[in-house]
């Protein structure tokens, strides 16, 4: 079967100038990103994606399916548990609004949430853990197929129906240009870079909730091979089951040294905590075994 709209989308890729491209992503590189207007900031970005005033990036969907764990990573106060930024059900999913600064995919102020799935190392090496830190890995699971938008990811052009060497080049021009954005190491103070990855995947990638994009995924920026779902809170409440927590200790790099887990509510809402190698834990984080006796622990 003909697929009619790669043979658009490739028939316009291959008009696209390439050197004049690669000059408007050089030219964007050189922007003063701490100090430009949020509206020129719009205008330095069209100028890159947008050729003859048209978005050619074709979108890159993806499914997990139900049952995939997705996790998220949260530093605790100290050694006793319970901890204070673990205490209710709130504390389990995602922050607040107004202690949420600018991130990869938000504004300051609003509160998504962003976990890693199948791989908790991933959201583990996200958060660059002091040594000896405790630490929660919140275990969630998707209810149903969770559908994803991938921004700058691995892209598999047979499948869709695009075969022009001149075409999949400009593509991977852009492609890149996206995965750079998305999985730049941003540190303390330069946090104004997140602005450029939230503008894009809120105008060029935030398609339909529900019917074609759950959530967002991106590269993760410690493992590029590995990618970061970012959920809506609302979309995430409604398509993943919070199993609960396993609290650890950074130990070594590369290894969960797992203390506890926390599963469930009292009466009075507050989380509960459980010893590794109770019944609860058996029961609700069976790996915890396999991770123990696959890190040689005793």
Not at 73 to 85: A, C, M, Q, T
Not at 221 to 248: H, R, T, W
């Amino acid at each position: 079967m003909v697929n009619y709209h790669a043979q658009r989308v490739q028939t316009f890729l291959k008009n696209v100038d390439d050197l004049d491209l690669i000059k408007k992503i050089k030219d964007f590189r050189k922007l003063d990103f701490r100090n430009i207007s949020d509206s020129d900031l719009d205008k330095a970005i069209i100028k890159v994606l947008l050729y003859n005033n048209k978005f050619v990036i074709m979108t890159n969907n993806a499914t997990y399916p139900a049952g995939t764990k997705f996790f998220r990573v949260r530093k605790l106060k100290g050694s006793i548990i319970p901890d204070e930024n673990l205490r209710v059900l709130s504390d389990f999913w995602n922050p607040p609004a107004d202690k949420t600064p600018l991130g990869r995919l938000n504004k300051i102020g609003e509160s998504l949430l962003y976990t890693a799935p199948i791989n908790p190392m991933v959201a583990i090496k996200e958060m660059n853990l002091e040594p000896n830190i405790f630490y929660a890995i919140i275990v969630y699971v998707a209810r149903s197929d969770i559908k994803v938008n991938i921004i700058g990811g691995d892209f598999d052009y047979e499948a869709n129906g695009i075969s022009d060497r001149k075409a999949i080049f400009i593509h991977e021009i852009y492609n890149n240009f996206l995965r750079d954005e998305f999985s730049r190491d941003v540190g303390e103070g330069t946090e104004f870079l997140y602005k450029i990855s939230e503008k894009i995947a809120k105008d060029y990638f935030d398609l339909p909730p529900r019917d074609v994009q759950d959530a967002w995924a991106y590269p993760s920026v410690q493992d590029k091979s590995m990618y970061n779902v970012c959920f809506k809170p609302d979309i995430a409440k409604e398509l993943l089951e919070l199993q609960g927590a396993i609290i650890a200790k950074n130990i070594k790099p590369d290894e969960i040294t797992p203390v506890a887990v926390s599963r469930g509510f009292d009466n009075n809402g507050s989380s509960q905590f459980y010893p590794i190698g109770s019944d609860i834990q058996i029961q609700y984080f069976p790996e915890i075994q396999s991770l123990k006796e696959n890190q040689g622990a005793t």
